[in-house]
């Protein structure tokens, strides 16, 4: 391992990975097909939204007078319905058109008073504003988007809202990029599928589960494979297939010191390292590199530890590469009420709860903290990021990641 990067701050292994691209193809999908994905270009609004003045009320326009004391009685000149008609209404003076939510304003008009405030009288075709019709309740054409006016930003997630937003800016179909094909695989001789009958020294197999999830909350395909055993030849052969099939890897265990830990051993003698171990607790033993040209994470055995290093270096490195700033990763300023052990030159993540109070949040430590106790993570509101050096004493007010 002469030359590689060796026990790195979270900032320089970011800059490292950072530098490798991944594939960046897109595609354009319907509406439906849309929720989701990363928006892959700026979309402009192909029309004003409204398109034209129109109410936000059921009830009467009309021309507002300031001059007229209110109650006044109008003629009711007709209906002005919410679907689309190709002629223009002309408001006529003293006089009042009943309007529908949506429907376009007659010209000449610009008020409106819904309908609760009016009293009709059907003989006389007439109706009488209890008080003065509001200009509030028109909305412009154009008051929420003009033509031309970029809303959404390439390398946003399509949340429900913003693929409405798609339809109303005129877009049938949306230019997206392909998600990524990133493989999954758990390496030892000990690991069992959940469901099999374990003997002793075995253990029911999870960290392939836990990040076939964080991969698809950040919006791409998981490809999990079989835990691999503990052999060279059998690491080799699954992580050729992985190389093949996939835009980026991902293994969880074998990156420590042990006599069985063949990823990194692997990846030292016949892939690309291009770095070893993180400034970050827990989860200190992760590498990168590159096998047959992928990208290739190792990422530690223990499952907090795996999932740990994924939120601090993986999902940076997926927002990056496609220039995205989601999903969100939401910090916050808690007050630590229990006391966190922090250390000297690594980043803290300690797994805790949130109180919101009145005072602020308070966060709490109730769960021992081996990184192998997945409950803990599972339990917990977020995790700890105490800077190196900095006191985990309790009344300590510290950065939160939240979960």
Not at 44 to 70: L, Q
Not at 183 to 212: C, F, R
Not at 221 to 245: I, K, P, W
Not at 255 to 272: A, C, L, Q, W, Y
Request: glycine content about 8%.
């Amino acid at each position: 391992m002469e030359g590689v990067p060796y026990f790195i701050s979270v900032e320089e292994a970011q800059d490292i990975v950072n530098r490798t691209p991944l594939p960046r193809r897109l595609e354009e999908v319907p509406l439906d097909d849309c929720h989701g994905r990363i928006l892959a270009e700026d979309l402009a609004s192909k029309v004003d939204d409204p398109p034209f003045d129109n109410s936000s009320m059921d009830g009467f326009a009309c021309k507002h007078d300031p001059e007229v004391n209110y109650p006044q009685t109008y003629s009711i000149q007709g209906i002005a319905p919410a679907a689309g008609e190709a002629q223009e209404r002309v408001l006529e003076p003293n006089k009042a058109y009943r309007i529908m939510t949506g429907a376009p304003l007659p010209k000449g008009a610009d008020s409106i008073l819904q309908i609760e405030r009016c009293t009709i009288d059907e003989e006389n075709n007439t109706v009488t504003l209890l008080e003065a019709p509001k200009p509030h309740f028109v909305r412009k054409q154009g008051e929420n988007l003009k033509q031309g006016t970029v809303s959404l930003k390439a390398g946003v997630v399509l949340t429900p809202s913003r693929v409405g937003l798609c339809a109303t800016m005129g877009y049938p179909t949306i230019p997206v990029f392909q998600p990524l094909r990133i493989a999954v695989l758990s390496t030892g001789d000990e690991l069992k599928q959940p469901g099999e009958d374990l003997v002793l020294g075995e253990v029911y197999e999870s960290n392939s589960y836990g990040l076939a999830g964080l991969v698809r909350w950040m919006g791409h395909e998981a490809v999990r494979y079989e835990a691999v055993n503990d052999t060279m030849d059998a690491l080799r052969a699954t992580l050729q297939q992985a190389s093949e099939e996939c835009d980026l890897i991902l293994t969880s265990g074998g990156v420590s010191m042990g006599e069985f830990d063949f990823v990194r051993k692997i990846m030292e003698e016949e892939g690309d390292l291009h770095f070893w171990r993180m400034k970050i607790r827990p989860g200190s033993p992760p590498l990168f590199g590159l096998w047959n040209q992928t990208p290739l994470f190792g990422l530690p055995g223990n499952p907090v530890s795996s999932h740990v290093v994924f939120r601090m270096l993986v999902a940076p490195y997926l927002r990056h590469a496609f220039q995205a700033d989601e999903p969100v990763e939401l910090k916050l300023r808690a007050q630590l009420k229990d006391s966190v052990k922090s250390t000297q030159d690594c980043v803290t993540l300690r797994r805790v709860t949130l109180h919101f109070t009145e005072q602020g949040i308070e966060a709490f430590q109730p769960r021992h903290q081996g990184s192998g106790n997945l409950e803990s993570l599972a339990s917990a509101d977020g995790l700890t990021l105490l800077q190196p050096g900095q006191s985990g004493e309790v009344g300590t007010w510290i950065d939160v990641l939240v979960l």
